[in-house]
């Protein structure tokens, strides 16, 4: 399913979504299978691989599964099993050594 408009599943869907905007998974929402999306709101459930700007598993949400974001929010008591890829992101900066010969 390819889409340019937010997306609500409050149901069961197995497939992949691609989406330019929101896709948020109500509580009784299940999704199988891939997505990607700009944002990724999860009420309910969902296994697979997402690929998304942002990621939010809510109090009641679980993933299973990889996920490859910028931002992943785990509320408390959510649920994620798998896999984070941080996308997007500037390397750690890495300490200068100093050469105490030269001071």
Known sequence: MTLTCNLYVDGDFEGSINSKN???VGKHGHIKGDLITKRLVVQGYVE????????????AGRVSGTIESAELVIESKGVFEGNSIVKDIESAPTKKKI?????
């Open 22 to 24: 929101e896709v948020n």
């Open 48 to 59: 697979g691989t997402i690929n998304a700007e942002i990621v939010e598993i809510k109090s």
């Open 99 to 103: 050469d105490l010969a030269k001071s």
